[in-house]
């Protein structure tokens, strides 16, 4: 089976990819490629990556897989997989498959999504602390000057759901394109609305496949008896299925 986890963002992604991953014949990666996603517009990458993922299934090759060799966790995991004598259960966890569901299953009918949600207030708190530039204050300091010195841009924070110009907030070429943009009067805002048409979204997705897409809420991911929904729905065997008190890890980047 093929599982693509979802959800806004700052939501237990990590910890929903060390659940499959802790499944027997398993791997799952954490944002595999997210150079070649965009949010929309685009599912040609998307689709490279499940047919590299039935290949692999199906006993092919597992080192034709593209990835982003810049991340460090998509290389190990990518290391694991080549190690792997048999797989039968490989996937993926990114928010941006969102707006693909529909043009992955019309390719393959043989992949799961697992939509994860959490409180909004929650989320948009979490990634408010996320997209803020941490600087030791020696550092700020530093930073500070040179901008005055240099008459270029000090930055504090990111921000990947407001178009912007670069002038407040610091730009990202791989993160700002796997976001919709939103007209809001401040980012927190902007953030608010994310969530609220993501989730929007995901209920429409979710109603129109109801056996290849679910929503779960994160406290599931907490609980053997949640972690059984959930690998149910994504085709594990009962009496395979590995589960734990909780499932919880921190990621800086994506969680």
């Given amino acids: 089976?093929?599982?693509?986890?979802?959800?806004?963002?700052?939501?237990?992604?990590?910890?929903?990819?060390?659940?499959?991953?802790?499944?027997?014949?398993?791997?799952?990666?954490?944002?595999?490629?997210?150079?070649?996603?965009?949010?929309?517009?685009?599912p040609q990458p998307i689709l490279n990556t499940i047919n590299e993922f039935q290949r692999i299934i199906d006993g092919?090759?597992?080192?034709?897989?593209?990835?982003?060799?810049?991340?460090?966790?998509?290389?190990?995991?990518?290391?694991?997989?080549?190690?792997?004598?048999?797989?039968?259960?490989?996937?993926?966890?990114?928010?941006?498959?969102?707006?693909?569901?529909?043009?992955i299953l019309a390719i393959n009918q043989n992949v799961r999504f697992v939509c994860i949600k959490?409180?909004?207030?929650?989320?948009?708190?979490s990634w408010m602390s996320k997209s803020a530039l941490h600087r030791w204050r020696s550092l700020w300091l530093a930073d500070r000057l040179k901008s005055l010195i240099t008459r270029t841009p000090f930055h504090t924070a990111k921000n990947f759901w407001q178009e912007h110009d670069g002038s407040e907030y610091q730009p990202d070429p791989v993160w700002d394109k796997t976001f919709p943009k939103f007209e809001a009067a401040s980012k927190r805002e902007a953030i608010e609305k994310y969530w609220d048409y993501y989730y929007a979204e995901a209920e429409v997705v979710e109603k129109r496949h109801p056996s290849h897409f679910r929503i779960?809420?994160?406290a599931k991911l907490s609980n053997p008896e949640g972690q059984r929904e959930i690998l149910e729905f994504v085709g594990v065997d009962a009496q395979h299925m590995v589960l734990k008190d909780k499932f919880h890890m921190h990621k800086s980047s994506g969680d």
Avoid: W
């Fill in 118 to 125: 959490r409180d909004k207030t929650m989320t948009v708190d």
């Fill in 216 to 218: 779960f809420d994160i």
């Fill in 60 to 103: 092919g090759p597992k080192h034709l897989l593209a990835l982003d060799y810049s991340r460090e966790a998509s290389v190990r995991r990518h290391a694991d997989l080549k190690q792997m004598e048999k797989v039968n259960l490989i996937g993926d966890i990114a928010y941006y498959y969102l707006k693909y569901v529909d043009d």
């Fill in 1 to 42: 089976m093929i599982v693509i986890g979802l959800g806004s963002g700052r939501t237990g992604t990590a910890s929903m990819s060390h659940l499959f991953n802790s499944q027997q014949n398993a791997i799952c990666f954490h944002e595999l490629n997210p150079t070649g996603a965009v949010f929309e517009g685009n």
